[in-house]
């Protein structure tokens, strides 16, 4: 992004050569995506990169200071951002493997200059640093000086509130963790409508956006939380299923719970095929996979290996006679009675041997073809990298 960036690369391999210190250049796509500036691209780039190094208890030393706070808070406050963002930057934080530090937080930016000037050091200086076209650096360079002139120890007020905006932020996290242990149903991403309708306003909002942070989203803007929290105020049974998108994931709704699902996680299983018979694994269209594993009760392995095994998406009116249960069921009856949400009852593949329906993915065996205390085969059903662990049955 800079025309002189490999010269500061050679300029930081020059300086760790003299201190003895490991050098390594990591290149990556910054490319801002839809909606994203490009400083924020570069950002997320750069920590992926780094989240990727660390090892199990490595620490990551990063060098922001006191005005560098300063400015992450005004900014944060001119977005209209909560307590969360008007917290700024944290001094330790967990990342990756490891743990993120930034012993310079309370440091300010002269001291550190004049400690530099005192030692000899030497430095690279970013010359975008002086363009006002980022927001950080016409506050740094216009607004700031301004404000140091009324208020000349306004660093150091202003990083205290940012002390104070985290400790209340991590006083209502720790509360909303609380409550979502007994709220949400982590296996399935729900969290119940019930609960939050009993919540004041200000808690439910607190709540989802604590919720939808734990999916690694971004914390929501107001309008969704607003409109989420329009859903839970109705009242269970009143409102109709939400269908928000956030951030390339969907929150629905189904038995009085809300999801947040993966969108790329939502495709429905459209396929005909055939499972190989040496093959353990069978990829799907729809971003999703089958994995053969051996076990003590399921499929017996002498159906399967005898038979043409397929694998089909449902049609429709199929039923099933299950182990140890009277008579045949219908294949919807089955879903709604073990609960298994709408949109998932149109991803999970059939398995049929010889033509005949002997599996549901993930869920149950017919009893013509289920066996236990022998050489069994089960059925994972569950979602290939990049789509979460949503599913993983």
């Not at 409508?193 to 009993?198: I, R």
């Amino acid at each position: 992004m800079q025309a002189a960036a490999a010269d500061w690369g050679e300029h930081c391999r020059r300086q760790c050569l003299e201190l003895g210190v490991a050098f390594r250049i990591v290149e990556v796509d910054a490319a801002a995506r839809s909606g994203e500036g490009p400083e924020a691209a570069a950002r997320e780039a750069r920590y992926r990169a780094l989240r990727q190094l660390l090892q199990v208890d490595d620490v990551l030393l990063l060098a922001q200071h006191r005005d560098d706070q300063m400015e992450t808070l005004l900014l944060q406050l001119f977005r209209g951002a909560g307590l969360a963002g008007l917290a700024g930057m944290p001094a330790s934080a967990a990342f990756g493997c490891g743990l993120m530090l930034r012993p310079f937080l309370d440091i300010s930016r002269k001291d550190i200059l004049d400690y530099a000037l005192a030692n000899n050091l030497r430095w690279v200086e970013d010359p975008s640093n002086q363009s006002n076209d980022f927001d950080r650096n016409f506050l740094r360079n216009q607004i700031v000086p301004l404000l140091k002139q009324r208020w000349p120890g306004l660093d150091k007020t202003v990083a205290r509130s940012a002390a104070h905006c985290g400790e209340a932020s991590r006083l209502l996290d720790d509360w909303a963790d609380r409550v979502l242990e007994e709220l949400a149903d982590a296996e399935q991403a729900g969290i119940c409508l019930a609960g939050l309708s009993e919540l004041t306003e200000e808690q439910r909002s607190v709540l989802l956006r604590r919720w939808l942070v734990g999916f690694g989203l971004k914390p929501p803007s107001a309008a969704i939380i607003k409109a989420l929290a329009a859903q839970v105020s109705a009242g269970p049974g009143k409102a109709s299923p939400p269908q928000i998108h956030i951030q390339g994931c969907r929150i629905l709704g189904y038995r009085q719970k809300l999801f947040c699902i993966p969108a790329a996680a939502l495709s429905k299983f459209t396929g005909d095929l055939l499972w190989p018979k040496p093959d353990a694994r069978l990829d799907l269209a729809n971003g999703y996979c089958l994995r053969r594993i051996e076990a003590l009760s399921g499929i017996g392995k002498d159906y399967w290996d005898r038979a043409e095994v397929s694998v089909k998406a449902r049609a429709g009116g199929e039923k099933l006679k299950l182990p140890g249960r009277e008579g045949h069921h219908c294949l919807k009856k089955l879903y709604q009675e073990a609960g298994i949400p709408p949109w998932e009852r149109e991803q999970r593949p059939l398995v049929y041997l010889d033509g005949r329906l002997a599996a549901i993915a993930g869920l149950w065996v017919a009893e013509w073809a289920w066996a236990a205390e022998a050489a069994c085969y089960r059925v994972v059903w569950q979602a290939e990298a990049g789509l979460g662990d949503t599913h993983h049955k």
